[in-house]
């Protein structure tokens, strides 16, 4: 417990040079709104907007959570939003944020996941993110975060191109998946998928394995969002074609292949520190490691 404490506060210090030294990021433009990006997929009526339409808020009662996804499907791209998690005693909800090939759990659909853990008041929420093809998951991993993400608005993106997929939390990349190239690998690159978002209750399973249970005196539990921002290829049936929205594709140019040399430093600085769980080193579960763990996301 010393121990921990003593790790928490080295990481909030090396957070606080990581903020004064990190160049800001551009501001993302907003691309319209809700309206004209998402439809409501449950509970229509657990869905609210600021009076300006610019932050969208889910809740989760007793009685169901809610959702919403885009009206559009891309293969490849820049997917990013804020995302403002629910506060206090939280325990048993998750705030899933995630690009799906379907709107329902089916058997052969691809998946990029981030899930947000809630957690008793006072303890960290974790951020669990997971890969799936074909409908096979199993390569989840846990990251502690370096801020409270109940206390402001963070950016959550996902860059996918055919080289690799990133999950960044602001600009730090926390995930790298690669692409090994051959042919019916791990790797989702064949099916567009849409974005969605949804607050739901998991507390069979969500906090401590589920021994914490979510204390509905608290509810409505409201996660929140803002700035939406995609940069794709729009999926266009019945021909697989694929419309950029840009002409510059700079989500699929060399420098996107690859991590730059700041993400390295970022990326490496997240390994040392925030891992709770990485499946590629979780050799109780897998007698053989899964293939892809042995590419390295340095190339
Ligand atoms: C919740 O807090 C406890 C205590 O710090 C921690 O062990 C756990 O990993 C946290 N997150 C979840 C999702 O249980
Ligand atoms: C799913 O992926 C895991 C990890 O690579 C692998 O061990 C397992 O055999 C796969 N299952 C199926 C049904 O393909």
Redesign the pocket.
């Known amino acids: 417990m010393e121990k921990r404490a003593t790790s928490v506060e080295t990481l909030l210090f090396i957070a606080a040079i990581m903020a004064a030294t990190c160049s800001p990021t551009k501001a993302a433009e907003s691309t319209g709104s809700f309206g004209d990006n998402f439809n409501i997929m449950w509970s229509e009526d657990h869905f609210k907007t600021s009076a300006d339409g610019q932050i969208w808020y889910l809740s989760l009662d007793k009685q169901t959570g809610c959702g919403f996804q885009t009206k559009q499907r891309y293969r490849f791209g820049w997917f990013s939003m804020k995302l403002k998690l629910v506060g206090g005693d939280s325990a048993g909800v998750v705030t899933a944020y995630y690009m799906c090939s379907e709107n329902g759990a089916g058997p052969q659909r691809d998946e990029l996941d981030f899930e947000f853990l809630g957690n008793r008041s006072g303890q960290p929420y974790l951020i669990q993110t997971n890969v799936y093809?074909?409908?096979?998951?199993?390569?989840e991993m846990r990251h502690m975060l370096w801020f409270d993400p109940t206390e402001d608005y963070h950016t959550y993106s996902i860059l996918w191109n055919n080289n690799q997929i990133l999950y960044f939390v602001d600009s730090v990349p926390i995930r790298v998946f690669k692409n090994n190239g051959e042919a019916n690998n791990?790797f989702p690159n064949e099916k567009p998928m849409y974005l969605f978002s949804s607050i739901w209750n998991a507390d069979d399973w969500a906090t401590r394995g589920g021994l914490e249970k979510t204390d509905w005196k608290n509810a409505p539990f409201v996660s929140s969002y803002q700035d939406f921002n995609v940069d794709a290829c729009q999926w266009i049936d019945p021909y697989p074609a694929c419309v950029s929205t840009t002409t510059e594709h700079w989500w699929d140019q060399y420098d996107a292949w690859h991590l730059s040399d700041t993400q390295k430093m970022d990326y490496a600085w997240v390994q040392r520190n925030l891992v709770i769980y990485d499946?590629c080193k979780d050799t109780e579960r897998?007698s053989?490691?899964?293939?892809?763990?042995s590419l390295s996301p340095w190339d």
């Open positions: 093809k074909n409908g096979n998951g199993s390569r791990f499946y897998f053989t490691l899964p293939k892809e763990c």
